[in-house]
């Protein structure tokens, strides 16, 4: 992201912001550039994906600051933007139908943890069969009991043939 000051600033017109913070509207660049001259201070462009793009009057020296700011912020940013692209991420805790009580009482910490912590939760729980897909929806029966208080079900317990699943949102 590129931060313009001053006669860097190819815009015929820009949405310019006062030291304050107050709007002042759009105006010519040279209306701007002679603003911030007469008050001493660096007029800087932020974005350039908005036609006119916003301008701000900004203490002299700021100028530099705010584009080294931006700078950071952008290359931090990059990597988080493209993993996450809106979507929330959701952790996914898996099951057996037949799960030892000190597995399950991990995972349940687990689930419980996340889901306290503001993350939706999908429990997954995989049978070795047909025949154990009873016994895994009952294991999921059993979680949803033991996590309301902290999620609520954002879908139904899915079972298909081989196990079962249910999405949690926190509370």
């Known amino acids: 992201m590129a931060v313009l000051i001053n006669e860097q600033i190819k815009a015929d017109e820009v ?3 006062g030291l304050a913070g107050e709007k002042l509207g759009v105006v010519s660049k040279s209306e701007a550039l002679a603003m911030a001259r007469s008050k001493g201070v660096d007029l800087v462009c932020t974005s350039l994906m908005s036609s006119p793009p916003p301008c701000s ?4 020296g700021k100028g530099k ?3 080294q700011k931006e700078a ?3 290359k931090t940013n990059v990597g988080r933007t493209a ?3 809106g979507k929330e991420k959701v952790k996914e805790l898996r099951f057996t139908a037949h799960i030892e009580e000190h597995d399950y009482d991990t ?3 687990q689930a419980d943890k996340h889901l306290r912590s503001g993350k939706p939760v999908q429990l997954v729980v995989k049978a070795s069969g047909a025949k ?3 016994v895994a929806k009952a294991v999921l029966e059993r979680l949803l009991v033991d996590l309301k208080e902290a999620g609520v079900k954002e879908t139904g317990i899915q079972t298909g043939g081989k196990g079962s699943q249910v999405k949690l949102n926190p509370r």
């Open 15 to 17: 949405v310019l912001t």
């Open 57 to 60: 009057l900004v203490a002299k």
């Open 65 to 67: 600051a705010i584009a």
């Open 72 to 74: 950071a912020a952008s």
């Open 83 to 85: 993993k996450n692209s």
């Open 107 to 109: 995972k349940l910490r």
């Open 132 to 134: 154990e897909a009873p």
